[in-house]
């Protein structure tokens, strides 16, 4: 069974930044696409940025594009987000994911095993 546990959250003033890690247990987690998704309180869960199984593939949310970075590490088992230039907006809890193969990247319903969340704060 696949578990995703997210780290690097935490309280970081406008304009700073952050490196997200999302750790995974499991065999088969290097042959599929990973995803990033956030939710702040009272609103949906939206998705920031996703990468290929090979990480040769990266996608990323209009609102996060040219500040934040996703890259998989050299075993291909941990996902990071680099999030610079961070905005007040940012605030929310951050999620991985594993992707559905086939399925389109921005979807919460595009990706089948989530992680616990990390909580991002960016204040003002």
């Known amino acids: 069974q696949v578990h995703l546990v997210e780290s690097g959250g935490g309280l970081v003033q406008a304009g700073g930044s952050l490196r997200l890690s999302c750790a995974t247990s499991g065999r088969t987690y290097s042959n599929y696409g990973m995803g990033w998704f956030r939710q702040a309180p009272g609103k949906e869960r939206e998705f920031v940025s996703g990468?290929?199984?090979?990480?040769?593939?990266?996608y990323y949310a209009d609102s996060v594009k040219g500040r934040f970075t996703i890259s998989r590490g050299d075993a291909k088992n941990t996902v990071y987000l680099q999030m610079n230039s961070l905005k007040p907006e940012d605030t929310a809890v951050y999620y991985c994911?594993?992707?559905?193969?086939?399925?389109?990247?921005?979807?919460?319903?595009?990706?089948?095993?989530w992680g616990q969340g990390t909580q991002v704060t960016v204040s003002s």
């Open positions: 990468i290929s199984g090979s990480g040769g593939s990266t």
């Open positions: 994911a594993r992707h559905i193969l086939g399925s389109s990247w921005n979807g919460a319903h595009d990706y089948d095993v």
